[in-house]
């Protein structure tokens, strides 16, 4: 590998960002620490805010409000072709009429890069993204995850200290998803370089990265690692949004504090004999999934999902039995409403 890590990853610090657009207030008093060299998410539904937080990191949407520094630095005067930020956009819009190797040295001519400099950093990068045999093809000549990695080798050839990613994987099919992610994971480790991805696909963002920001409706909810967020979600947005959740309130039957919620995952429960279980009802409906059955329970006015291991010769209910559910206390959660 010829290409240089960054000499020092660096951190992204953000604090107190108010942003709007006209009469729309799209990001609410956001602060977040991203550590140098980690690879961060932004996971929300649309319009959630995320493109809106990237786009102030690069330097081409303004807040109202607040600080954004990069190395400890206060990017707000600094255009966005000085903040050493590469940004890889949803639609990677590669030149059509240019080969891979003049797409990616589009940017370093640009910027006026000397030949022999332009040279090395463009087979530098296409080697990084393994692409060097495909430098002389023009994008129409390659596969979406091939144009995918032509607009990552063109943004690192820039050498950003920060590289964000707007849903890069968008354009690219559900098999191709999988192994570009995981080539982009790889990639990042490699360069050690702070990188922000956007998503939301919260399988993307669980499997390749570091840290997760959970927005929703202009706010961050919750930051944390993926396995945070799943067993201690801080409410029930993240609950939801993260894996699926049961959400029960005090019309299904069980006992629940006012004002709060009993949350807890599919497979964290089970069924049992319905005599001896204080949760009972029928059975509303049955799903095989190969290594799970997935059962609807209903309990009072509410149902609720649980998912069984299944093994060859497992017993499977029926819809109508009677079952009862065991929820082990460590499992239950109880969330504001
Ligand atoms: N230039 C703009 N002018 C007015 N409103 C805008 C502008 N850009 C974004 N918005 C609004 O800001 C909100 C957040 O948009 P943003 O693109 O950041 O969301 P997002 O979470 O990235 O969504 P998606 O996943 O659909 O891209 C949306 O309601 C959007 O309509």
């Known amino acids: 590998m010829t290409m240089s890590k960054?000499?020092?990853?660096?951190?992204?610090?953000?604090?107190?960002?108010?942003?709007?657009?006209?009469?729309?207030?799209?990001?609410?008093?956001?602060?977040?620490?991203?550590?140098?060299?980690?690879?961060?998410?932004?996971?929300?539904?649309?319009g959630c805010g995320k493109t809106t937080l990237l786009r102030l990191i690069a330097g081409f949407a303004q807040a109202q409000t607040g600080q954004v520094l990069l190395d400890g630095q206060d990017v707000a005067p600094l255009p966005p072709w000085?903040?050493?930020?590469?940004?890889?956009?949803?639609?990677?819009?590669?030149?059509?009429?240019?080969?891979?190797?003049?797409?990616?040295?589009?940017?370093?001519?640009?910027?006026?890069?000397?030949?022999?400099?332009?040279d090395r950093r463009v087979a530098q990068a296409l080697e990084l993204v393994g692409l060097s045999a495909f430098a002389e093809r023009r994008p129409a000549q390659l596969s979406g995850g091939q144009q995918q990695r032509v607009a990552v080798a063109r943004t690192i050839a820039i050498e950003p200290k920060v590289l964000l990613l707007d849903e890069p994987l968008s354009n690219l099919d559900a098999k191709m998803r999988v192994s570009v992610r995981r080539e982009l994971r790889a990639l990042q480790q490699?360069?050690?370089?702070?990188?922000?991805?956007?998503?939301?696909?919260?399988?993307?963002?669980?499997?390749?990265?570091?840290?997760?920001?959970?927005?929703?409706?202009?706010?961050?909810?919750?930051?944390g690692t993926p396995m945070e967020l799943y067993e201690h979600p801080a409410n029930l947005f993240v609950a939801n949004f993260l894996g699926s959740a049961?959400?029960?309130d005090e019309k299904?039957?069980?006992?629940?504090?006012?004002?709060?919620?009993?949350?807890?995952?599919?497979?964290?429960?089970?069924?049992?004999?319905?005599?001896?279980?204080a949760l009972r009802g029928p059975v509303t409906h049955r799903e095989f999934?190969?290594?799970?059955?997935?059962?609807?329970?209903?309990?009072?006015?509410?149902?609720?999902?649980?998912?069984?291991?299944?093994?060859?010769?497992?017993?499977?209910?029926?819809?109508?039995?009677q079952v009862g559910v065991d929820l082990p206390p460590r499992r239950m959660l109880f969330l504001p409403a």
């Open 190 to 223: 490699r360069l050690g370089l702070t990188t922000i991805f956007v998503t939301h696909d919260q399988e993307e963002a669980n499997t390749i990265c570091d840290r997760i920001a959970v927005m929703d409706g202009g706010k961050i909810q919750q930051v």
């Open 246 to 248: 049961n959400i029960l």
């Open 289 to 321: 999934l190969g290594a799970t059955v997935r059962y609807g329970v209903r309990l009072g006015e509410s149902e609720v999902l649980i998912e069984t291991p299944f093994q060859s010769g497992s017993e499977l209910r029926s819809v109508g039995d």
């Open 82 to 118: 000085k903040r050493d930020v590469g940004m890889v956009f949803q639609s990677y819009a590669l030149w059509p009429h240019m080969t891979v190797a003049k797409n990616v040295a589009f940017g370093l001519e640009e910027r006026r890069l000397p030949r022999g400099e332009i």
């Open 6 to 46: 960054p000499a020092r990853a660096v951190g992204i610090e953000i604090s107190g960002v108010n942003l709007s657009y006209g009469s729309t207030h799209v990001l609410k008093d956001i602060a977040l620490s991203i550590r140098p060299g980690e690879f961060f998410a932004f996971l929300g539904p649309s």
């Open 252 to 277: 299904s039957g069980v006992p629940i504090p006012p004002g709060k919620r009993l949350v807890f995952r599919p497979q964290h429960a089970a069924l049992s004999a319905p005599e001896s279980a």
